[in-house]
Structure formats: C-alpha cells, structure tokens
C-alpha cells in the first residue's frame, strides 16, 4: 500500500507541474495585458454582429455598452430569430434611447436545417454586408464590453499573419451556487486550455473580411454547429493564425444550477469534438486529471481505514500538493482579472472571492463536485448525437452533418409555440 501511496504522490505531482506550466504563462500573458495601452490609429471599417434568441439577463447591458465604443466607424448588425421574440423589442428600445445611427435590426428569414440558427443568422448577415467593411465582429449576448473593447479586439489585424482575433470569459457571479462556483472553477481551467490550442471564443471574435470572403468559411458555418471552434483549423490551412487579446477577458456574472452547467459544458465539449484537432487530448487530460485524483481519494480513506499510515501520509501530501498548486493557480488568475477589471473601471461590487478563507472548504467540495460532473459531460460528449440549444433541438451526425429536427419560436408574452420540425 505504501508503494501505491508513493506512485498516486507522483503522478499527482507530474499533473499538478504540467498544469502550472501551462497555466503560468497564461498568467504572465495576463500580466503584460495590464500595462498595454489602448491602440490608436487608423481603424478599419468594421460590422459587429450580434446573434439573438430570447432575452438574456444581461441584454439590456450587452446592447448599451457595444452601442458606446470608442470607435468611430462601425456599424451594429442584429439578428433576431423572429419579430415576436423578446429579445427584438428590447433591441429596439435600446437603440432608440441610445439615439443609434449605426443599428440594423433584422429578422432571420432562413433557417437552415443544416446548421444551428446562430450559424444561419451569422450566414445571412455576413451576406448582406456590402465590401466597405473590413472587419467583422461577433458578440455574444452576455458579453457587457467596455469602451474600448472594439480597439482593442480590432488591433491584432494590423498584422498580416493575423486572420482573427479573440478574447475569452471570466465567470464572476455575485452568486455562490454550487452550479456557479463548479463552473467558475471548471471554465479557470478551460480558458487556460483554450489559450494553449488556439482555440477561439465567439463572444469576442473579430475576422478580416478579406480572409472571410476568400475562404469557404460562410459555406462551413451553412452546415456548421457553431462558428469558432472550427477557425484555427481554417485559418491554418491558408497559413494564418489567430491571436489572442488578452486584455478582452470579458466577466460574465451570471448564476447557474448544476444541471444547467452539466448541459452547458457538454455543448462546449461537443463543439471541440467537431471542429478542433487538440479534441483527443482534450479528452485525454481531462479523464486523467479527474481519474486521478478519485483514486487518490478513495486509496485514501482506504488507507486510513485500514491503518496504513505512511500510505496515507504520501497520498495526502499528493492531494495536498495538487490542490494547493490549483488554488494557487487560480488565486493568480483571479487576481488578475481583478486588476484589469480596475484598470478598465469596472467594479465587481458584491461578487465573491471563491478563495476566501471562510470559503475553502466549500470550494474544496466543489473540486470534487466538479471531477464528478465534467468527465460525465466529457464521456456523453463522446458519444452525444442529440443535443438541445435554446429550445431547438439538433442531430449530430459529424462535423458537417448538422440536421435541426424540432424548432419553437419564442412568441410574445413568453410563450412558446411550435412552428417547425423536421425528421
């Protein structure tokens, strides 16, 4: 038993330093954001797209704070599932207040069954941008950006090597949920991944529309899931890349259950099954990692049961270690976060710090929680051929084998009613 006891010690420390390295240089990424000063100069022409689907909790918001960039020629592109939705009156109030020039709300008016109604509604609006825009950028309806979110998103372009450019989220909810606190610990992780594979966010995304009408893109997103996790693929194959704006790390606040992130996650994990290459690894590291440390809990109240004292005292070192360099990791990222937060003028008033000392063990709880449910969602992802998205429901048949077999339109007055379905 002690023999085992030392090989867990080990591995859990070869996963704990590979995860360091990794998320290290994220950090000093992070760090170097801080002191990078607004770009200035010329900007391109550009079209931002936002995609809707009923009223998220923070669109109100969202629509305020793009309609104020400090940008001075771009144009706002709004999709909306339908007239009735409810997401359409908000968009028009909002604009009306803003006193809004540059807004064009439209109506989708095909829904591919071939594809998701995110990737339709971004078909038809790329389609109708005339060939003055330079840029195309895509928000997400719980993205809140700050003033200068644009600048910063559209600067990487200048390079010639650079196709696209993207930031990522920061879930910071007032609330302390269980269901919000695994996914804030869960997506720590996950940004750290998506850095390392070059794997891009469609809630602040911005593409050369040159690069876009050369390509075969507007084609793929036609058959598509969804549109971002498939561009470092694209873009590699035309010899571009895609930079990440490490100041664009956008703070989402919203609460979530347990349930609702165990679906959530799943679809992100589908989308990265699809549509990226790193997938296997992906899988790999996360089925490790969680396998891992439940042998290392069970062997050790095992060892503790049966009195085995130095095998216990190396496995607790071992989880002591690894998770210690995982809250240390996250306490650092956290950190700065906060500081950019500051930096940029947004406050996060009551939002809680998950490492606080009176919160440790209820986020040491949550770490189990988390390697509970997300290699659940990491196996059902493997073999996921259903899957629902704000009440359309999708069938999965490979990366360009998307058919979307139930369909319901948001009605005025919340209610819901039937319109399409397809077997």
């Not at 420390?13 to 995860?19: D, E, I, R, T």
């Not at 372009?157 to 909810?173: I, K």
């Not at 956290?334 to 919160?359: F, K």
């Not at 969602?377 to 048949?397: H, K, N």
Request: aromatic share 8%.
């Amino acid at each position: 038993m002690t023999l085992w006891g030392m090989v867990l010690f080990w591995a859990l420390v070869g996963l704990a330093a590979g995860q360091a390295l990794a998320a290290i240089k994220f950090i000093r990424t992070l760090r170097r954001a801080r002191h990078a000063s607004t770009p200035a100069g010329p900007c391109p022409k550009t079209a931002v797209i936002l995609c809707l689907r009923g009223s998220d909790p923070f669109l109100t918001a969202c629509l305020e704070a793009i309609l104020h960039q400090d940008y001075p020629c771009y144009d706002l592109r709004i999709v909306i599932d339908s007239p009735e939705d409810p997401a359409w009156k908000i968009a028009e109030q909002v604009a009306t207040r803003c006193g809004a020039a540059n807004v064009q709300i439209r109506a989708l008016t095909s829904r591919r069954p071939t594809c998701s109604l995110k990737c339709s509604s971004l078909v038809q609006a790329v389609s109708e941008l005339d060939a003055s825009y330079e840029v195309i950028a895509l928000l997400d309806a719980d993205t809140v950006p700050h003033r200068t979110w644009l600048r910063e998103l559209v600067a990487p372009l200048a390079d010639e090597r650079v196709a696209a450019a993207t930031g990522n989220r920061w879930y910071m909810p007032e609330s302390a949920s269980w269901g919000s606190l695994v996914r804030r610990l869960w997506n720590a992780a996950a940004v750290v991944q998506m850095y390392a594979y070059r794997i891009p966010w469609g809630g602040t995304l911005a593409l050369k529309a040159s690069v876009l009408r050369g390509s075969d893109l507007l084609d793929r997103w036609a058959h598509a899931f969804c549109e971002d996790t498939m561009l470092y693929s694209v873009l590699r194959r035309s010899g571009h890349r895609v930079a990440f704006v490490p100041s664009l790390m956008m703070v989402n606040r919203e609460d979530c259950s347990v349930g609702s992130f165990y679906r959530w996650v799943r679809r992100q994990l589908l989308t990265a099954r699809l549509y990226h290459p790193a997938w296997a690894m992906v899988v790999g590291h996360g089925l490790l990692v969680s396998l891992a440390q439940w042998i290392g809990v069970v062997s050790l109240i095992v060892a503790l049961a049966a009195g085995y004292g130095l095998a216990a005292a190396w496995l607790l070192a071992g989880m002591g270690l690894y998770w210690g360099t995982m809250a240390g990791l996250l306490a650092a990222m956290e950190a700065g976060i906060r500081r950019m937060l500051a930096a940029r003028g947004e406050l996060y008033g009551r939002v809680s710090n998950p490492l606080q000392v009176s919160s440790l063990l209820r986020v040491g709880a949550a770490m189990l929680l988390t390697q509970a449910v997300y290699p659940a969602a990491l196996l059902s992802a493997l073999f996921l051929r259903t899957v629902e998205w704000r009440g359309v429901r999708y069938r999965i048949q490979g990366p360009r084998g998307i058919r979307m077999v139930e369909y319901e339109r948001h009605a005025a007055g919340g209610e819901v009613k039937q319109t399409f379905q397809s077997l």
